[in-house]
């Protein structure tokens, strides 16, 4: 069993940069694959980074790359989403999640909610314009 606690959220202009952390305890998740997701009123839980164990390789969702950037460390069992250059439209709920899994032959996997056996709780970001 993997808990996760997400922290890090809160309410800022648009342009401005926040920094989530995700941390993890109970059994060991350096075999998981990690990922953030988000979800604004109304709509579905969207992908927005990933990271998968093996070989660290990263996947992003196109309305963030070159803006978020994803992290893990696995001494310190924490899993970071620093996110700059912040729109409203990054206004959501953001979820992290662990995949028991951690490795997958296609990155689409890595991009399905449905995929991932634990998730945090969640904290909000709110931008304004």
């Known amino acids: 069993q993997v808990q996760l606690v997400e922290s890090g959220g809160g309410l800022v202009q648009a342009g401005d940069s926040l920094r989530l952390s995700c941390a993890a305890s109970?059994?060991?998740?350096?075999?998981?694959?990690m990922g953030w997701f988000r979800q604004a009123p109304g709509k579905e839980r969207e992908f927005v980074a990933a990271?998968?164990?093996?070989?660290?390789?990263?996947f992003y969702a196109d309305s963030v790359k070159g803006r978020f950037t994803i992290l893990r460390d696995n001494a310190k069992k924490t899993l970071n989403l620093q996110m700059n250059s912040l729109k409203p439209e990054d206004s959501a709920v953001y979820y992290c999640?662990?995949?028991?899994?951690?490795?997958?032959?296609?990155?689409?996997?890595?991009?399905?909610?449905?995929?991932?056996?634990?998730w945090g709780q969640g904290t909000q970001v709110t931008v304004s314009s």
């Open positions: 990271i998968r164990w093996l070989g660290g390789t990263i």
């Open positions: 999640a662990a995949d028991r899994r951690g490795t997958y032959t296609n990155s689409y996997s890595y991009q399905l909610p449905s995929n991932y056996d634990y």
């Open positions: 109970g059994r060991t998740f350096n075999n998981y694959a």
